[in-house]
Nanobody, 126 residues
Framework: QVQVVESGGGLVQAGGSLRLSCTAS????????MGWFRQAPGKEREGVSC????????YYADSVKGRFTISRDNAKNTLYLQMNSLKPDDTAMYYC???????????????????WGQGTQVTVSS
């Protein structure tokens, strides 16, 4: 049974930093692309960043480029998202997901990811 568990969310002031972590079990981790998605109340789920199975290719949404860094440790079955210079607009529930599709043209699409965590809340105060 696949399990995906996020951690590291919390309340931070604008300009601050958080590091999200995601551990996945029940799957061959280095065979999966991994992604971070977020959803704010009343908004659609957005692909924030994703990383190919080996870690050599990444994608970032324009809204987070230069501020967020995705990485993975395949030996630990763990995905990370380092979030710096946080803004109130980054406030959302953040989800980690595992999928078998990687699009070289770019983009993290929820439909490509099959296994999802329950989410971790990130709140950025102004």
């Amino acid at each position: 049974q696949v399990q995906v568990v996020e951690s590291g969310g919390g309340l931070v002031q604008a300009g601050g930093s958080l590091r999200l972590s995601c551990t996945a079990s029940g799957l061959t981790f280095d065979h999966y692309a991994m992604g971070w998605f977020r959803q704010a109340p009343g908004k659609e789920r957005e692909g924030v960043s994703c990383i190919r199975w080996g870690g050599s290719r990444t994608y970032y949404a324009d809204s987070v480029k230069g501020r967020f860094t995705i990485s993975r440790d395949n030996a630990k079955n763990t995905l990370y998202l380092q979030m710096n210079s946080l803004k109130p607009d980054d406030t959302a529930m953040y989800y980690c997901a595992a999928g078998l599709v990687w699009r070289d043209g770019g983009g993290c699409f929820a439909r490509d990811y099959q296994s999802w965590g329950q989410g971790t809340q990130v709140t950025v105060s102004s």
